[in-house]
């Protein structure tokens, strides 16, 4: 391979390599904090247009700015030659600006004339502006010339020619009478591009000698005209009628050349008797609407953006009633170079490689150069690093300092383009630029945006992470953009929290935090309603909202979507609108609109204003039915139906509903079609083919329904290819060899058409051949018999009819039928992992030997005998099946000490494969089951005999039992307990030393090497006739007997008290009480001494106490009854219960004596009769 092709492969590797560097361009952001002392080559920012006229009357500005770091400076060339700004005292260049002020009053403007071009430079590059072409305005005068009287016979052609100075740029020309006024133009009098005026036949009205042409000079705003043409018509031999033929152009051809992007301008005026018409159109193509118009009545075709399509030949034809004549006009569109992509800059970081694309398109194709610093490239110092290929320059391996401006200069016969792209080479670590600690807010269910802006070289990589922990990758519900945002799809109150951002190179690493809160949305909970009320009352709309606490909300009402009337009969509330004293006016829709910082909601509703006359209430019923359907703009699948609505029946009509009866496949069933909204009469209903229908329509209210309208006229579209194929294609066997190809039959309705039929396509899948296929009518299946076995088959069905086919149909697979498996699984081996559980493993069966799809494998074991035991019958056969490809699987739930048999068959949908070969393993040994019994054979005062049977499965060799046993006493509290070990061969022993009367607990278990198995328990007591399993104990130590036993000694002794007390009534009361019976009692004084009652004095100051006793809290109680008992209980909470006993407490006295250890000098009192008995 030579060396060119070497140096080719290597740039497209280099290409793919940095392509994504390509397309995620490192920019210099705007922020001024970061720009600060960042470098940067120039860059253009603003410059003059290629082509500048200027008008001699005022200064000329040639624009030049341009940014970068350090700031640049500028500099001037013109015609190719530098250009000494600072010589020229007429030349002024703005500080900080390369923009020029040129001041040419006094001077020769045409000195000023010619090429220049702006540079820009520093200490990074240099940036170049375009060519600046300088030209002056002209408006040149118009030669002296006399113009000859025209002089024409009535209905011949006649053209008056313009023909004004070449002025820059070119005048725009207007012809008009002495009086300034324009002449009127029409389809026969018009006026051509050139300026021309053309007459397609003259009339006598056209006689004036005052026909002008005026140039009106676009930058001087000065008007130069013509000497006036005159022309006479004479009427004396006018022209008959005549063909129409071309004045312009001339001939049955001709061509026009275009640039893309300008605008098409096509021209044909005609001359003939009467007036010919001009129409246009394209051979092989149509006019593009979009851009096309036709002007000048109709005789000039202008095509705006024209393009490469526009390429063609263009008619324009000339008819009136004696003929007509046409003009071909072929139409070439060439190009000026065009963007395709232009060069970007590049921000590289030391030793990174960069791309500079320069695709552009043209007409013929543009000749591409490179210059570097505004040198051609080619002239630029040597750089090894820099290798160009055309519309592509490779910067390999950048270095500091190698930083410059590249310009891309694409150009052919019809102009050029240039674009500047600087290489900057920068190091710098990451940084933030999204502000710290951001606070997102957004409504729930609606996307969120978390910024990340960043800027670093080489590129940051973003990475983000939620509460600090959680990693959030790309995918759904997360997408991470190139520029580092981080948007959740759909946000939820979950996503709320702290997101940081992390961005990275190998320079440096930064984070930045920000914050999400999902708030709830702004919901209406309940919306105003449709209101009618009389005039002079009040109306109440109500707007209950719901929002997030959070947000704080604002509500405004509209009426009819504008604002409320300035009114003070308006009140708005919190959740509501009241308006008061209703008037004529007031009717209208109202709004009511809740914003908040985030979102909003609105809801609407009616108010109808009615006379304060008595009226009957207001009765809403569901409306009447539609009348007058009428069917027109009638076509193959679609009819336009109009109805009139019913009476609304005071309930406005929210929609309709429209119905379809199908004559033809279901008649007497009516199908919902469509609806329309409330307010319209009419709805365009898209049809299929071959069905009769008939329509009706149906009204709705907030009522419900109305009856249906009376049906339509029939209405029959024409029959058509299906619009659809068969759905649920299905494929699957029977035999083993048949494949049954099934599907849904399209119904009469999906027909289309008569004569519906299938087209079965079949073909082995992953096989080079061609489709089968089968036509199948009224039926559901096909049946493809003689296939292999379980062999995939790609299938589909297409519908068909007498009108064509249906469309390409989706292609399903399905496999043909399955047989039993040919092999035996191989190699079984038996893993035992203990007593109870064993692993079988084998080799799989090939999948060609299973003829269908693997099911799985099932294995067969049964126990054969224990090994203790001589041969005996069989267990019955146990299965367990392992889904899938396996080759091994565990059998659980295995008897100990036990020989099996296995064997394993595969298994697929058909069935069982043959046998494995049977292979047999042991289980080890292991603990025995409980003894099948354990009872008490003999009893006596000191000893019991106890018998036990072996256990029912000893699971291995049985080596012994072990008997322990423990006391029972009274509480059921157990004592301490007593081992025993026994042979195999024993099965009963006599315990003897037992304590007489009492109650023993047994365990017994049985024993292998492996240890002891579960045992079983029995409870026996030395006492005669008392074995066991209902224990009987001394009735006087059972806890409830003792309890009842206290209950009833504690109400003996509260009858006790009650005597006592019954007994001591009144013993300190004197007779004086009876005196004073109906006299009001005072409180005795209380002694200061112990704070108990003082006794009795029938001064006036200690009256006693009438019925009653002092309690011993101080308190003084007056009750009507002297022989209440309440008096001795605290608080009057002292009841008798039904047989007349006392439940109260009693407890002032006793608290009292707690504390100060004082007795009173009292009668007994309830507390002391208690005091006494204790």
Known sequence: MDGSRKWLL?????????????????????????????????????????????????????????????????????????FDVEKDSKVLMKPGSGTLVIDISGEKAEVYEGTYQCTAHNDHGTAI?????????????????????????????????????????????????????????????????????????????????????????????????????????????????????????????????????????????????????????????ELPSGRMSLQNFKKTLRISDVNEADTGSYRCTAANKLGSVYHDIKVTVKAAPFWVSAPRN???????????????????????????????????????????????????????????????????????????????????????????????????????????????????????????QISIRNGDPFVIYENGTLEINVAQPLNSGKYTCIATNNLGIKENHVFLEVKEPTRILRQPEYKVVQRGMSALFECKVKHDPSLIPTMTWLKDKGE??????????????????????????????????????????????????????????????????????????????????????????????????????????????????????????????????????????????SNPSAPSHEYRTSPAAPDENPSNVHG????????????????????????????????????????????????????????????????????????????????????SGEDFPLSAPESVNIMVHNSTVAEVHWEPVSLSSVRGKLQGYTVYYRRERGLHETAEEAEQQQALTFSGNRSEGRLPGLQPYSLYNVFIKVLNNKGEGPSSLSKTFETPEGVPGPPTFLNVVDYSLDSLTLAWGPPANNNGRLVGYTLSYQPVNSTSGLGPIKEMSFLANETSAVLGSLNSSMLYKFYLTARTIKGPGPSISEEASTILDTAVPNRQVDIATQGWFIGLMCAIALLILVLLIVCFIKRNKGGKYPVKEKEDAHQDPEIQPMKEDDGTFGEYSDTEDHKPLKGSRTPSNGTVRRDESDDSLVDYGEGGDGQFNEDGSFIGQYSGKKEKDTHEGNESSEAPSPVNAMNSFV
């Open 129 to 285: 502006s375009n060519n600046i072409v300088i030209r002056q305005s002209r408006s040149p005068l118009w030669s002296k010339e006399r113009n000859e009287a025209v002089v024409v016979q009535k209905g011949v052609p006649l053209v008056l020619q313009c023909q004004p100075p070449a002025g820059l740029p070119p005048p725009v020309i207007i012809w008009m009478d002495n009086n300034f006024q324009r002449l009127p133009l029409d389809k026969r009098v018009s006026q051509a591009l050139n300026g021309d005026l053309y007459f397609s036949n003259v009339l006598p009205d056209d006689t004036r000698n005052d026909y002008i042409c005026y140039a009106r000079f676009h930058y001087t705003q000065t008007i130069q005209q013509k000497q006036p043409i005159s022309v006479t018509v004479l009427d004396s031999s006018p022209d008959g009628e005549r063909h129409p033929g071309f004045m312009l152009p001339l001939g049955a051809t001709s061509t026009k050349m275009v640039l893309r992007g300008e605008t098409l301008e096509l021209e044909c005026i005609a001359e003939g008797l009467p007036t010919p018409d001009i129409s246009w159109q394209k051979e092989g193509g």
């Open 564 to 705: 409320l009337p300035d009114d003070e009969r308006f009140v708005v509330d919190t959740d509501s609108l009241t308006i008061k004293d209703v008037r004529g006016e007031d009717e209208g829709a109202y709004t009511c609109i809740m914003n908040t910082t985030l979102d909003q909601d609105s809801a609407s509703a009616m108010l109808t204003v009615v006379e304060a006359t008595p009226t009957p209430a207001i009765v809403y019923e569901k409306p009447d039915p539609p009348t007058d359907l009428e069917l027109t703009d009638q076509t193959e699948r679609s009819v336009q139906l109009t109805w009139t609505p019913g009476d609304e029946n005071n309930s406005p009509i929210k929609n309709f509903l429209i119905q379809y009866e199908d004559l033809l496949h279901q008649p007497g069933v009516w199908v919902n079609l469509t609806e329309a909204d409330g307010t319209s009469t009419t709805a365009r209903l898209q049809l299929s083919p071959h069905v009769y229908y008939s329509f009706r329509v149906l009204a709705q209210n907030d009522v419900g329904y």
């Open 346 to 468: 590049l921000i590289l970081a030391p030793n990174e490689t960069g791309i500079l694309t320069c695709r552009v398109n043209g007409t013929p194709k543009p000749t591409i150069r490179w210059f570097v610093n505004g040198v051609p490239i080619e002239n630029a110092p040597e750089d090894h690093s820099r290798k160009v290929d055309e519309d592509t320059v490779i910067i390999s391996s950048v270095q500091s300092g190698s930083s410059a401006v590249y310009q891309c200069n694409a150009s052919n016969e019809f102009g050029y383009l240039m674009a500047n792209a600087f290489v900057n080479v920068l190091a710098e670590p990451p940084r933030v630029l999204t502000p710290p600690n951001r606070v997102y807010q957004v409504i729930s269910n609606n996307p969120a945006l978390l910024h990340c802006a960043s800027f670093g070289s080489p590129i940051p990589v973003i990475t983000w992470f939620k509460d600090s």
């Open 732 to 815: 699957a066997g029977t035999q083993p060899d048949n494949i049954v190809i099934s599907w849904t039959p399209l119904t009469g309705f999906q027909s289309n058409g008569q004569g519906l039929q299938y087209k079965v396509y079949w073909k082995q899948k992953d096989v080079d051949e061609d489709w089968s296929s089968q036509n199948v009518a009224n039926a559901s299946q096909f049946v493809l018999s003689g296939t292999q076995t379980y062999v995939p088959y790609e299938i589909k069905v297409q519908a068909f009819n007498h009108y064509g086919n249906g469309p390409d149909p989706g292609v399903v697979v399905g496999y």
């Open 10 to 82: 290597g740039l497209g590797a280099v290409v793919l390599v940095f392509l994504s560097h390509m397309t995620s361009a490192l920019e210099v952001p705007l922020d001024p904090k970061v720009l600060e002392g960042l470098p940067q080559p120039p860059t253009i920012t603003q410059q003059s247009p290629k082509d500048y006229i200027f008008d001699p009357r005022e200064n000329i500005v040639l624009h030049c700015e341009a940014k970068g770091k350090p700031q640049p400076s500028f500099s001037w060339t013109r015609n190719g030659t530098h």
